[in-house]
């Protein structure tokens, strides 16, 4: 079953420090991974989106990785601000389907503290 | 730069009672979705349109209705309002299927008692 598990749950960081979230995928065939920012009652923002050729892509203080050997991605967040408090969501498309098979993670609650 | 726009913000509904949650864009994007998402766990697409005339079910389609008249309008329809529909509800929208990010609204919080 295709699956998109994120870790932790939550977390929580002073601010001014960094921070990796991890994201798990058993989707086969893969085409594109993509990570969004959820702000509280808000919708996702896209932060970046990377295709099976892509190790790394960043955005700003956003960098993700991807390693589709292990079916494994990590969103790293540099220097923390307190603005970066929001749940971030992992999301993989299957390589079969596209717009319509997307598979959402749960996602990780951050939670910047001065 | 309006994007996404959504409708109402907050609803309580009673069992049995309709009602409409509206989706707006104005980005001319053909590709509409409306997802919902329930407390930890991944947004689950209800419906989805390819453009103005064409829907079609995604995952959780059960109690919903969709119609897609216009490129800018993406209506979701709860006919008989049910507890289970209780959650979290977003439209969203992408230009191309591959490797087009999506994007969002700021959601329908919905709740049904």
């Known amino acids: 079953k295709n699956q998109v598990e994120q870790s932790p749950q939550s977390l929580i960081i002073l601010e001014g420090k960094n921070c990796t979230l991890q994201?798990?995928?058993?989707?086969?065939?893969?085409?594109?991974l993509r990570w969004y920012k959820q702000d509280t009652g808000r919708g996702p923002v896209s932060l970046t989106i990377?295709?099976?050729?892509?190790n790394t892509k960043s955005n700003g203080r956003y960098t993700a990785t991807l390693d589709a050997d292990t079916k494994q991605s990590s969103l790293h967040i540099t220097a923390s601000q307190l603005s970066d408090s929001a749940s971030y969501i992992c999301v993989v498309s299957p390589g079969s389907g596209g717009y319509n098979k997307l598979i959402f993670g749960a996602g990780t609650r951050l939670a910047v503290h001065p | 730069n309006a994007g996404v726009t959504q409708t109402p913000k907050f609803r309580i509904l009673k069992i049995g009672q309709s009602m409409t949650l509206q989706c707006t864009q104005d980005?001319?994007?053909?590709?509409m979705y409306w997802y919902r998402q329930d407390p930890g766990m991944g947004l689950k697409l209800i419906y989805y349109s390819v453009g103005a005339g064409i829907t079609d079910k995604g995952e959780v389609p059960n109690g919903y209705n969709v119609s897609r008249s216009t490129t800018e309008d993406f209506p979701l329809r709860l006919e008989l309002a049910a507890p289970s529909q209780t959650s979290v509800y977003f439209c969203a929208s992408s230009a191309l299927a591959t490797n087009e990010k999506l994007f969002f609204g700021s959601g329908t919080q919905l709740s049904v008692l």
């Open positions: 990377m295709t099976f050729s892509e």
């Open positions: 994201c798990n995928y058993t989707v086969s065939p893969f085409s594109n």
């Open positions: 980005m001319n994007h053909n590709y």
